[in-house]
């Protein structure tokens, strides 16, 4: 009989991840996996400023996250999609991740999947 096994998690306890950029050549990222909580929605705006680099008191729900960074760019959208899996519990894919643009989209995102 064979037995199915479930699908590896994307991070386990301890990763190490590597990507390339044509601007900054290959980083080695370890990342943590954190406590995966709750928060409400001014938690979760500080968390966003936070991961791109923006004045906290700036940000609404309304905000577009990607204008309202101090500088945007593909590791800063990976820093929010691991945010969302690590803290927040919740798998976005790549293109469901391009479709969102406020910070609304992502904090209705965790709401729904955790």
């Not at 928060?39 to 577009?64: P, R």
């Not at 919740?90 to 406020?102: E, Q, Y």
């Not at 609304?104 to 999947?113: E, F």
Request: proline content about 2%; charged content about 25%.
């Amino acid at each position: 009989m064979l037995h199915e096994q479930s699908p590896a998690p994307l991070l386990q306890e301890k990763d190490v991840v590597f990507l390339y950029s044509q601007h900054i050549g290959l980083v080695e990222l370890v990342l943590d996996r954190k406590e995966i909580y709750k928060m409400n929605e001014k938690q979760f705006i500080e968390e966003i400023a936070e991961i791109i680099e923006a004045d906290a008191s700036g940000l609404t729900m309304n905000s577009d996250f990607r204008e309202s960074a101090d500088f945007w760019s593909s590791l800063t959208g990976f820093s929010i999609l691991i945010f969302m899996q690590d803290r927040c519990g919740v798998n976005i894919s790549v293109d469901d991740f391009l479709k969102m643009n406020t910070v609304a989209d992502l904090y209705n995102t965790m709401a729904k999947g955790s």
